[in-house]
């Protein structure tokens, strides 16, 4: 089974809707979630950390369901900057540390005009 | 300014001519490691490095070596390169176990073609 599993899309989203993936991880022990950002061709950038009570950024939600092992985004008034490989990220040591760090294989978001 | 810096960015080699591709962080981090990432497997580990001198294989660490001599710098060596290795590799860095702060800083990129 692997650890951290995303749909792959893509999703082809029009400008201005809202837009929600998931993502599962098999790990009930894991203890730190996090969604990053990957452009065409570019390197991953943490788009935001996902605590148990669910947090916001702007048009980004993240919600975290530990009962049901998954984690979503939810992006809401999409634009075409949006435009996206979306990489679900989970650590399953307590005390953290980038060494944990288990990556899925990303959930390719396209918004179009 | 923080940052992971690789090079080349580009490469196109042949097949057995060794090449080594640096990377080099400004950050103080303890964790070092290389990914290759290809088109529907994601990123997939090849080595880390938890310190100066401590190396481990990651996932996918055949055709590869590295060393961390100095804690900034953590190159990946191709001794003998061939097709297969044709891919787009990411160098990443970050605090290590019990630091807290489990982010993960990824250089630019080297995109690497054996023919």
């Known amino acids: 089974r692997k650890e951290v599993e995303q749909d792959p899309g893509p999703f082809n989203v029009p400008e201005g809707a809202t837009v929600a993936f998931n993502c599962t991880y098999s790990n009930s022990a894991s203890q730190s979630f996090f969604w990053y950002r990957q452009d065409c061709r570019k390197e991953p950038k943490l788009l935001m950390s996902?605590?148990?009570s669910g947090n916001e950024d702007g048009r980004f939600t993240a919600q975290l369901n530990r009962a049901s092992q998954y984690i979503s985004l939810l992006i809401r008034d999409s634009k075409l900057s949006d435009s996206a490989t979306y990489l679900c990220v989970v650590n399953p040591y307590s005390g953290g540390g980038a060494d944990g760090l288990t990556f899925g294989k990303g959930t390719h978001l396209i918004i179009q005009p | 300014e923080a940052q992971v810096t690789q090079n080349p960015r580009y490469l196109i080699t042949v097949t057995g001519k060794k090449l080594t591709v640096t990377c080099s962080q400004n950050m103080n981090h303890e964790y070092m490691s290389w990914y290759r990432q290809d088109p529907g497997l994601g990123l997939r580990q090849i080595y880390y490095s938890m310190n100066v001198e401590v190396t481990d294989k990651g996932d996918v660490p055949e055709g590869y070596k590295v060393s961390r001599k100095e804690k900034r710098n953590f190159p990946l060596i191709l001794e003998s390169p061939s097709p297969n290795q044709t891919s787009l590799y990411f160098c990443a860095s970050g605090r290590g176990v019990g630091a807290g702060d489990t982010e993960a800083f990824f250089g630019q990129g080297t995109r690497l073609t054996v023919v």
């Open positions: 996902v605590y148990s």
